[in-house]
């Protein structure tokens, strides 16, 4: 006969379905919060002292790693160093340090100037000269430090064309380049603007062409330009053919007239050169002009205009006269010449120096109203002969 305990017998504890889930989800809930997932999700075993011998299903926590990857740092060091003792290594330290001094030289070296309007000088073959010249200056940009660019100026540069290989009169292109430019220091040149010129050449010949007086204005009423000298009357023209081709004469400067009643003297009066003489030299540069201004005058012609004799007071003498009649032509203003007649006017030969038989030639002389002028007689001496 089984005999049984007074105490109470503990009833056997089940996990209810309820409650198991709740433990479970909990159980899992602590452990997410508490653990570090495992890289591999295997369960973890819990430790010896544990008060159940039961296995954990939580993933390890993860514990910090710094002696690990200063470790792997190390490593990397180790290996870096290695390597950059080695030829290939030493070849890679040597192309950065020259990209680093090309940068820091460049960045020194890229100061940036612009120099304009640099005169454009073209050498022409022997006898040749420039006709067309698409630009006469040129601009062009300097790279270089700052003591380099410090000292340019457009005194110090020289740009120059050599075309003496090119003798021909067609148009031609020549682009601009380093090889052009002549400049101080070590600066170096960025850019010329423009980038290329367009040059024309033609043969120089030598030309002589009169010279034509210019005048302006008017002279005053009544007065007339008489006579014009201009000496010398030619000059020497000597530059492009093409050019000297359509050159008929060369002017002065132009002579004014306004109010003048003298004539003008003038012993150097300057040429006027023409279009396009830029490269056309003129010798002699300059004249001298002798112009003559007299008052306008009317021409009249009288003719069969008796010739007497002038005898001395006194005297009286028979003469043969020949022959006895002469033309006359005077000039005076317009208004005197209106009212001039052959009665104003005598025409005589003087006598008071002659003697003898002997046949003598004499001048004949006018006797004229004031304002009148003398032009000529015909004809101008007649032959005289005394009679006994």
């Not at 490593?75 to 160093?81: G, Q």
């Not at 112009?291 to 069969?304: C, G, H, N, Q």
């Not at 005077?330 to 208004?335: A, F, I, L, T």
């Not at 109203?369 to 005289?384: A, D, F, K, Y």
């Amino acid at each position: 006969m089984r005999s049984w305990s007074s105490s109470p017998r503990r009833p056997a504890r089940f996990p209810s379905p309820t409650r198991g889930g709740s433990s479970a989800a909990s159980t899992r809930s602590g452990c997410a919060a508490s653990c570090l997932p495992s890289c591999c999700g295997a369960p973890r075993p819990r430790a010896a002292g544990s008060a159940s011998g039961r296995t954990s299903t939580c993933p390890p926590k993860a514990s910090p790693a710094p002696k690990k990857r200063w470790s792997a740092n190390l490593k990397i060091h180790r290996k870096t160093l290695e390597f950059l003792g080695t030829r290939n290594g030493i070849r890679l330290v040597a192309a950065i340090a020259a990209v680093i001094v090309w940068f820091a030289i460049r960045a020194a070296t890229s100061n940036a100037t612009l120099i304009t309007d640099i005169p454009l000088a073209i050498q022409p073959p022997p006898d040749w000269s420039v006709v067309a010249c698409s630009s006469k200056t040129i601009d062009v940009a300097f790279l270089g430090t700052r003591d380099d660019l410090r000292y340019l100026n457009r005194e110090l540069i020289k740009a120059t064309v050599d075309a003496r290989g090119h003798e021909d009169n067609q148009p031609f292109t020549v682009v601009l380049g380093a090889a052009h430019i002549n400049a101080p220091g070590s600066a170096r040149i960025d850019f010329i603007r423009p980038a290329a010129i367009t040059l024309r050449l033609d043969r120089e010949i030598t030309k002589q062409v009169p010279v034509k007086v210019e005048t302006q204005n008017l002279l005053p009423d009544g007065y007339e330009i008489e006579k014009t000298v201009v000496t010398p009357a030619t000059v020497e023209l000597s530059g492009p053919a093409q050019i000297l081709d359509e050159v008929e004469s060369i002017s002065t400067v132009p002579v004014d007239l306004d109010g003048r009643i003298r004539s003008i003297n003038k012993r150097r009066i300057q040429l006027v050169p023409g279009e396009n003489f830029a490269d056309v030299q003129i010798d002699p540069p300059a004249v001298t002009l002798d112009l003559a201004i007299v008052e306008r005058s009317v021409s009249t012609l009288f003719p069969d205009m008796p010739i007497l004799p002038m005898l001395a007071p006194g005297r009286a003498l028979r003469m043969e006269i020949e022959p006895d009649v002469a033309t006359l032509t005077v000039k005076g203003r317009p208004e005197l010449m209106k009212t001039l007649a052959a009665e104003d006017l005598r025409l005589f030969v003087d006598v008071t120096e002659i003697s003898g038989a002997q046949s003598s030639e004499l001048p004949l002389r006018a006797v004229l109203p004031n304002g009148i002028t003398l032009v000529r007689t015909e004809p101008s001496t007649v032959n005289v002969r005394l009679k006994d």
